[in-house]
């Protein structure tokens, strides 16, 4: 795993921040993606009463090369004990030109855990993976922002920082997702009514957009609102809006 050099800043070019503001609107999101979260650094986590943590430092800071086989082996070890996350090099860099350029949503992942974090009008997120080695679960993040608003919001599943799970309650073992559809016929632009039964085992409500593929007409919907119409060759595409309320099931239809 290689990791970010403080000249090359994470190989991130200030002058695309720059470029971006200058056509930006007022309200719009400004947003960054890094593999590591900038604002957890080895150097604060691992600690420093640890005399295997000194030894690592010490080798580290005289190379600044984490791949030479000794510091390699030994920050296996150390990630393996008390996390790894990011090294540091680079990583005021980064939180310093996202000041500047005023961004307000920084992403991330490698940890596969859930934390929201609010620091100095950025909000960083990471989130769980959809890998089955997750904590606390196997899960993802939906953001959504009003026009208009500084603030995002609906990216909190549960508590402080949970995300959406994936399986019930978290429960990946059972493998029972959270939230599914089925239609009652093939969904393959041969019908003229179809249904489709949406479930949703989530704590909250949920809105989605589900795609009918019909025979060409014209349809009534029934629990659906819709938003999109079209035909495209032998098949329509009718793209319904559907509010499911927590712990509940519902009956989508489209009928010529």
């Known amino acids: 795993m290689g990791w ?16 971006n503001g200058q056509t930006a609107s007022g309200n719009q999101v400004r947003g960054l993606f890094s593999h590591h979260n900038p604002i957890w650094r080895d150097k604060d986590i691992w600690p420093s009463s640890d005399p295997e943590v000194s030894e690592y430092w010490n080798e580290y800071d005289a190379q600044h090369n984490p791949q030479n086989l000794s510091t390699l082996i030994k920050g296996e070890k150390l990630g393996i004990q008390y996390d790894q996350q990011w090294h540091g090099e680079g990583a005021y860099e980064l939180i310093d030109i996202m000041k500047q350029n005023k961004v307000n949503i920084a992403l991330h992942g490698h940890t596969h855990i859930d934390n929201i974090t609010e620091q100095d009008g950025i909000l960083y997120s990471t989130t769980a993976s959809i890998e089955l080695s997750a904590t606390p679960w196997v899960g993802y993040r939906v953001f959504q922002k009003e ?3 500084e603030d995002f919001n609906s990216y909190i599943y549960e508590g402080t920082d949970s995300s959406m799970p994936v399986y019930q309650e978290g429960n990946t073992a059972a493998g029972v997702v959270s939230f ?32 009918f593929y019909m025979k060409p007409g014209s349809y009534t919907a029934t629990n659906g609102q819709i938003i999109e119409n079209n035909v495209y060759g032998t098949k329509q595409l009718i793209e319904m809006e559907v509010t499911v309320p927590a712990n509940s099931s519902k009956d989508v239809s489209l009928t010529r």
């Open 147 to 149: 026009l208009g608003s």
């Open 180 to 211: 599914e559809n089925k239609f009652s016929l093939p969904n393959d632009g041969t019908q003229v009514t179809q249904t489709a039964t949406v479930t949703n085992r989530l704590n909250k409500e949920v809105t989605i957009h589900l795609p």
């Open 4 to 19: 970010p050099n403080s000249r090359q800043t994470n190989g991130l070019d200030p002058t695309r921040f720059r470029k």
